[in-house]
């Protein structure tokens, strides 16, 4: 432990408070711990020093933090007699709880986005009650497709959805949870976008829409009002979703090597090498939801060069139409 990490834990039993803001703000480690596994929280909540566990607090100390004998902060306060720390540190624990029991971490999920072409183009025509009753039947007709097949919409963003599937067994919510298996989870979401396409497409007004699939980890916002869905592959999506032909779906190389796990093949169908804005170039191929397959890549972007499509094959077993 350096000088200035062992001085942020003295100051704090001291009731220092201005040392303690000046070590903090210096970046001094805040979860900094002793021989005996004491942060500067255990030692200021043990002497009562209430100023300075709100600030601690308020600068994300870890309440929960044990020491070697395995007491956390609220446990000194008690034992002294400190109610107004112990108040304090109870406060902190239930709000640091419930934000923690708002956030869902399934692990890897298999993600859908599905965005309806030229809305604003559509829209110019339509009353704001058509528009309404356009989207709501968009929306409903998602999940017509989605709930049989075990796929959820999971969030709404005006004039796209973001569908999910994965093991969502254990969600804590009605509107995620899904008793299908996450072992196939990319056939699943394929087949939902099969259903999917052709029944938007005859409703009144039909309605014409892009899809994109990614495969990667996501963490889930959870409200009493609504979902958000996060990560990496949320972007990887809409990314694919950009680039997909009317009527298909671009699926991601992510979700490729996961669909070949599921239908235990080596094989995967042949790709196209996309630019994707804040990315680099990503390999994709084409799903044909009309036809439930595979279709041979669109024309491959000329400006990759011929080093960036070798490093990208090289990452995966595939046939490339290059």
Same mark, same amino acid.
């Given at each position: ?5 062992? &001085? /942020?834990?003295? +100051? $704090? %039993?001291? =009731?220092?408070?201005?040392? !303690?803001?000046? #070590?903090?703000?210096? @970046?001094?480690? *805040? ?8 942060? &500067? /929280?255990?030692? +200021? $909540? %043990?002497? =009562?020093?209430?100023?300075? !566990?709100?600030? #601690?607090?308020?600068? @994300?100390?870890? *309440? ?8 956390? &902060? /609220? ?5 002294? =007699? ?6 304090? #540190? ?233």
């Amino acid at each position: 432990m350096s000088e200035m990490q062992d &001085a /942020l834990i003295k +100051s $704090a %039993a001291e =009731g220092d408070f201005d040392e !303690v803001k000046c #070590l903090v703000e210096h @970046k001094v480690q *805040i979860n900094t711990a002793d021989y005996d596994s004491r942060t &500067a /929280l255990h030692v +200021s $909540a %043990a002497y =009562g020093h209430i100023k300075i !566990v709100t600030y #601690l607090i308020a600068n @994300k100390a870890d *309440i929960c933090y044990k020491d070697r004998w395995g007491r956390s &902060a /609220l446990a000194d306060a008690i034992e002294e =007699g400190h109610r107004t720390v112990e108040k304090v #540190l109870r406060h902190a624990m239930l709000e640091q709880k419930h934000i923690q029991e708002n956030i869902y971490c399934p692990g890897c999920i298999t993600v859908l986005l599905v965005d309806i072409k030229n809305f604003t183009s559509s829209c110019s025509s339509l009353s704001a009650r058509e528009v309404c009753a356009w989207i709501s039947t968009f929306y409903a007709l998602v999940d017509q497709a989605a709930l049989p097949l075990g796929v959820r919409k999971a969030e709404i963003r005006g004039d796209c959805c973001i569908c999910v599937a994965g093991d969502l067994s254990v969600a804590p919510c009605k509107r995620l949870l899904s008793p299908a298996s996450k072992d196939d989870q990319v056939t699943r979401m394929l087949r939902f976008a099969e259903i999917l396409q052709p029944s938007l497409l005859g409703a009144k007004p039909s309605i014409s829409v892009r899809m994109g699939i990614a495969y990667g980890e996501a963490a889930f916002l959870i409200d009493d009002y609504f979902i958000s869905v996060q990560g990496k592959v949320v972007n990887t999506a809409a990314r694919m979703e950009t680039h997909a032909p009317q009527g298909t779906v671009m699926v991601h190389q992510s979700a490729l090597h996961k669909w070949a796990d599921e239908m235990s093949t080596h094989t995967l169908p042949r790709c196209n090498l996309l630019d994707c804005k804040g990315m680099p170039p990503q390999a994709a191929a084409i799903f044909d939801c009309m036809k439930g397959t595979f279709i041979a890549a669109a024309q491959v972007n000329k400006e990759t060069t011929a080093n960036q499509r070798r490093r990208i094959q090289a990452s995966f077993s595939c046939c490339w139409d290059i």
